[in-house]
Nanobody, 127 residues
Framework: QVQVEESGGGLVQTGGSLSVSCAAT????????MGWFRQAPGKEREFVAA????????GYADSVKERFTISRVHAWNTIFLQMKTLKPEDTAVYYC????????????????????WGQGTRVTVSS
């Protein structure tokens, strides 16, 4: 079993910055592709950013490009999401996900491509 746990989050004003982190522990059997998703009230969970197992490849949703940066501790299942120039529309619960099935060395952007999820951490951007 794998446990995924997010930390960070909170309340920030428009234009501010915030970071969230995530660790996958347990029977991970290696370094995992991981990602961040978010879900705003009344909306579906959506892709935010993802990173491959090595940290060499990353992907972002268009809505967060140039503002958010995903990174990981080398060779560890710990990832970070640095968020800058935050907007009210970034308000959501942010979920971390880890993929334990086989992968092809890339990053993944679909909910069903991940196997384990955290409980989420809330990010609120006030206007």
């Amino acid at each position: 079993q794998v446990q995924v746990e997010e930390s960070g989050g909170g309340l920030v004003q428009t234009g501010g910055s915030l970071s969230v982190s995530c660790a996958a522990t347990g029977r991970t059997a290696g370094v995992l592709p991981m990602g961040w998703f978010r879900q705003a009230p009344g909306k579906e969970r959506e892709f935010v950013a993802a990173i491959d197992w090595s940290g060499g490849r990353t992907g972002y949703a268009d809505s967060v490009k140039e503002r958010f940066t995903i990174s990981r501790v080398h060779a560890w299942n710990t990832i970070f999401l640095q968020m800058k120039t935050l907007k009210p529309e970034d308000t959501a619960v942010y979920y971390c996900a880890a993929r334990t099935r086989e992968h092809d060395g890339t990053w993944y952007r679909e909910v069903n491509e991940y196997d384990y999820w955290g409980q989420g951490t809330r990010v609120t951007v006030s206007s």
